[in-house]
């Protein structure tokens, strides 16, 4: 399979909502699209996925990848290997902007999240991020309790 993108077929609401959020109105990464496309982009990551898949009986459990893939950026940043490290956060960011809803929960949540926004010490990783997970990581410091 390749990371070709497909058309969504949400409604015009729902494109009207991605698109004032940054997200790409007319497309959508799937999960296996988002997997090739961060293989093929990063293949540095090959041994994470063929780990994950061999550990998983080839299924994709992708909070748990991107989890894996949030750990490999931070060894990346922490040996000040840029290249691999900007080739793996540009595909995490297409994940959150142009990802269906699993992939961008995923990124979201256990890589942007779970990276600990809050902590002091993760600032300078973070300061690497492209636009869209920096963006990601500010509304969730300023969500709160009722917030749509």
Do not use: Y
Not at 32 to 53: N, Y
Not at 99 to 127: C, K
């Amino acid at each position: 399979m390749t990371a070709a993108r497909r058309c969504s077929s949400a409604s015009p609401i729902a494109l009207a909502s991605r698109a004032k959020s940054g997200h790409s109105a007319l497309v959508t990464i799937t999960v296996p699209e988002f997997v090739d496309l961060l293989t093929q982009s990063c293949p540095e990551t090959l041994p994470i996925v063929a780990e994950h898949l061999t550990d998983n009986d080839n299924e994709v459990l992708l909070h748990i990848l991107i989890a894996d893939v949030r750990r490999f950026s931070i060894e990346r940043f922490e040996d000040h290997d840029t290249a691999v490290l900007r080739r793996c956060l540009d595909v995490v960011a297409r994940g959150l902007t142009d990802g269906d809803e699993h992939v961008e929960n995923a990124v979201a949540v256990s890589f942007v999240e779970d990276t600990g926004w809050w902590e002091p010490l993760m600032q300078p990783f973070m300061a690497t991020w492209p636009a869209p997970l920096r963006d990601e990581a500010e509304r969730q410091r300023k969500w709160r309790p009722g917030d749509a």
